[in-house]
């Protein structure tokens, strides 16, 4: 049973591009988290969804980020017009259900640097 | 507004050790609080939890003391080894709520 699968691993974007991270949640797992790691920080949450709907986008910055889990395929994490401030590291994390009772698995990341 | 304070930022112990980590919090609305343990370029992988109406947690080697007067909570990794280096997390979640909310992080290395 494979695990979080995210990609790319690493990505590189100019000042202005757009960045998309690709999050495939374990098998069975309907709930979708998006965590940002900047260095040397621990990881702030920014967004929660559940296939087709967005639960809880409170950290989610106002303008350039958007996120979905379409009803087939991966959840993505669009950031549009890059700045040098969005080089971090972004983690999603899957669970079955939602609550405490569940606990979040997390894949290895994908590592956005902004040039 | 840091919700999850943690010390130390960094934490060196010689092998045979006991590393302790300690976090303190907020908001008496958290009543679920894990430990993740991150090796370099890995994600965080959930180590041990507890929930405030317990005061320890013991799994194997690792510990989790919690004060809840106090509203603090600490790691203890006994008998450490040089596999336990990495950066550990405490982090605090609602059960009406699904985000985690970690602290900063400590980097712990444990000399061979």
């Known amino acids: 049973n494979a695990g979080v699968m995210q990609n790319p691993r690493h990505l590189v974007r100019r000042r202005g591009q757009e960045a998309r991270l690709r999050c495939s949640p374990m098998k069975g797992h309907s709930h979708v988290y998006w965590y940002r790691q900047l260095p040397e920080e621990g990881l702030k949450f920014m967004v929660y969804?559940?296939?087709?709907?967005?639960?809880?986008e409170s950290g989610m910055p106002k303008e350039r980020f958007s996120a979905e889990f379409p009803k087939e395929g991966p959840s993505i994490l669009r950031i549009q017009q890059v700045v040098r401030g969005d080089s971090a590291a972004y983690f999603c994390?899957?669970?079955?259900?939602?609550?405490?009772?569940?606990?979040?698995?997390f894949g290895a990341g994908t590592r956005l640097s902004v040039l | 507004q840091q919700q999850v304070k943690q010390s130390p930022q960094s934490l060196i112990v010689q092998k045979g050790g006991i590393s302790i980590i300690n976090c303190a919090y907020e908001?008496?609305?958290?009543?679920?609080f894990p430990w993740y343990q991150q090796f370099p370029g890995k994600g965080p992988a959930l180590l041990i939890a507890i929930r405030p109406d317990v005061s320890e947690k013991k799994e194997g080697r690792f510990t989790i003391s919690f004060n809840k007067s106090a509203k603090q909570f600490s790691l203890h990794i006994m008998d450490s080894q040089p596999g336990d280096s990495a950066t550990y997390f405490c982090a605090a979640q609602m059960n009406r709520d699904d985000k985690i909310i970690f602290g900063k992080g400590t980097r712990l290395h444990i000399l061979p």
């Open positions: 969804l559940q296939k087709e709907n967005i639960i809880d």
């Open positions: 994390a899957s669970s079955p259900t939602g609550g405490t009772k569940n606990i979040q698995y």
């Open positions: 908001n008496t609305a958290f009543d679920y």
